[in-house]
DNA sequence: ATCCCGAGGG
DNA sequence: CCCTCTGGAT
């Protein structure tokens, strides 16, 4: 199959089968999505909905943020991968968020990689999900699924699968196919051991191809 | 033992 | 390119 007829059975099919797909962490504004997102580095979205609750009464906005030591913001999410590493990420950002963004979270993902604890992938999950733009963030998942559907080929690193996906993929499809790529590696396309008996895209997949369909 | 919506620093 | 940070679930 040419990878072009991939691309257009995975949109179909997922337009069709999950057309409402969206992330998992629980937010209510952009500043919120930004913390969810910084925070869920090598971590589950159910364990940071676990936290954020209390970090967002705590710290409702960027300013309360930005004034608390690092030390408090710690205390509140020590359960986390990496609670050093974040909370000092989190108080950074809400400083520089709050001296150089007058408190609004920015569109622009050169402005967004400014801010501490904010990468490439962190970037453009704000990037399409609270403005909407055709951005796709490149996670462990969106990486392995897409390597392994057979959408990317020969991408070694996240920012090629990146480009291929953006270049190949309808734009208005693009902030959405990434949560359809997140939730199929999730839950279905695991890495270690994917669930492909269960798998109900195997019928394009060149990872099902390449393992379980006999060639002479 | 391996994985979970990575980022920063060397 | 590499390494480190780091806790909890399976």
Known sequence: MLKQERYQEFVNYFS????DAQTELNYSNPYELLVAVILSAQCTDKRINQITPALFERYPDPET????????????IRSVSYPNNKAK?????????????????PEKIEDLVKLPGVGRKTANVISSVVYNNPAMAVDTHVFRVSNRLGLTSRATTPLAVEKQLVKFLPKETIAIAHHWLILHGRYICLARKPKCEICPITYFCKYFEKTHKVVG
């Open 16 to 19: 069709t089968h999950n057309p």
């Open 65 to 76: 943020l930005a004034a608390s030591s690092v030390d408090e913001v710690f205390s509140y």
């Open 89 to 105: 990420h989190l108080v950074g950002m809400a400083q520089k968020l709050c001296d150089e963004f007058k408190g609004i979270v």
